[in-house]
């Protein structure tokens, strides 16, 4: 059974603390009450209190280092992403060239007159595999680039679609 009596004094250990606050992350950064209900007591001590955790809490920089965690994790996760962004545009490319290669095989057994589908495959894996690899290779880029370059590449697609649309508005209005 879980004992709720708490110190009011500071005396757990540094490695303790640390303890506490993994404890307070990856529980979502609860408030401090509830954190009580969730650590273990050290040893043969009892809980700290939640004025002890809130001094831990600003003496660590609890929540400096729990936002430069998560920015970790965040750029973890987005490179996992790109990654398998790319590898999944790896798999088009090749499912296009697949396509391709029966097209042709068929053609080489054929008439060309006698299959259309045969010509269609063609096609669509030409194009597939096109689009497949123009993607990857942007994909490919972007996760290279530093975030003033990527915010910059932004600005220029947002100004050229801006453009865009003012350019479809005026040959809207000249046919109206």
Known sequence: MRTTELLTTDTYSNDYKEYCFYIWYINGRPPLTNLCLMIDKFQSRLLPSAASLKN???EGNWVERADQMDAEVTEVVK???ITEKAKMMARHAETGRTLQDYGLEYLETHPISSQSAALRAIEMGIRIEGEAAQIEKLVSSVAKMEDPQIEKGL?????KAKLKRED????ESEEG
Do not use: A, Q, V
């Open 155 to 159: 600005r220029s697609l947002l100004e």
């Open 168 to 171: 479809d508005r005026g040959e």
């Open 56 to 58: 831990w809490k600003r």
């Open 79 to 81: 490179k996992r992403f």
